[in-house]
């Protein structure tokens, strides 16, 4: 950060007046900031020191800006802009005014039926969008998931692992990328991944939403990637009766190790959360 004697400002960034950290990802920093040049709060996504010096990982955090930039939906956080400073890529977001769907998972647990819905499908519709320029999330978990307050707005976010399904060059097998809860088998396995990945995650998420559990945890990531590949999740019917049929039917099959036997896509997620 550039010096700043503004009161309540840490640095600067460009035109942006950086006001405080609000997240620590495994590849960003993201800051609360004001941009001076348009008068609207933002927030800032710089990729973290260790990773500023390599090449590669410059090159997959650009990625995540042109994920983003190459979808257009409602539900998906847009990039506002891409810059540099002092060596240290960083992206400009729209600030979102509330909370993460982790957060809500932590304070409340499992969430009534209504709300689950409401939020899943808002994500699905966002998965979806990016499903259709073929490009695979590789991340989908209660963080990545932003939450307006008061019921508004759901947000998918952070494409940081995204990548173009047709880029071959960028494929690097025996490289897990996500979090070990929200793995697929095949990215438990360190095997190459396509967009049925995301559809393992996105059941994963429905499953902590109507349980407030992941459906795979363990001591140890490699206790989780190993129930992932090789044990059947507890039976959500036994930890929520209360749930419809049908939605426990979209998870189990959201579930499936092998990924022929998941849903055709997240064009599907959304079509069978709608009459919910």
């Not at 002092?86 to 909370?99: A, D, H, N, R, S």
């Not at 459906?215 to 490699?222: W, Y």
């Amino acid at each position: 950060l550039e010096p700043s004697e503004e009161e309540g400002v840490e640095g600067l960034i460009d035109q942006y007046a950086v006001r405080r950290l609000i997240a620590r990802g495994g590849m960003g920093l993201v800051f609360e900031a004001l941009d001076r040049g348009l008068l609207r709060k933002v927030a800032i996504k710089v990729l973290i020191p260790q990773l500023a010096a390599s090449e590669q990982s410059r090159a997959r955090f650009l990625r995540e800006a042109r994920a983003v930039a190459a979808i257009d939906h409602e539900h998906v956080l847009p990039i506002h802009a891409v810059g540099e400073a002092k060596g240290f890529p960083y992206l400009v977001m729209p600030l979102v005014e509330g909370e993460s769907l982790h957060a809500l998972l932590r304070r409340e647990g499992a969430l009534p039926i209504g709300e689950l819905v409401r939020i899943a499908l808002a994500a699905a519709k966002g998965l979806a969008a990016a499903h259709e320029r073929d490009l695979v999330h590789r991340d989908i978990k209660p963080d990545n998931v932003l939450l307006e307050a008061d019921g508004g707005r759901v947000w998918l976010a952070d494409f940081g692992l995204a990548r173009a399904v047709d880029e071959r060059d960028l494929t690097r097998t025996g490289l897990l990328a996500g979090t070990p809860q929200f793995s697929s088998p095949e990215q438990a396995g360190g095997e190459e991944v396509d967009l049925r990945t995301d559809l393992f995650s996105f059941g994963s998420l429905l499953y902590v939403m109507a349980t407030g559990t992941p459906p795979f945890d363990g001591e140890s990531a490699l206790a989780v990637l190993r129930k992932i590949t090789d044990s059947e999740a507890p039976s959500l019917v036994e930890k929520r009766p209360d749930l419809p049929p049908a939605l426990v039917a979209l998870v189990e099959e959201l579930l499936a190790k092998d990924p022929a036997g998941r849903p055709a896509g997240a064009g599907e997620i959304v079509a069978r959360l709608e009459p919910l």
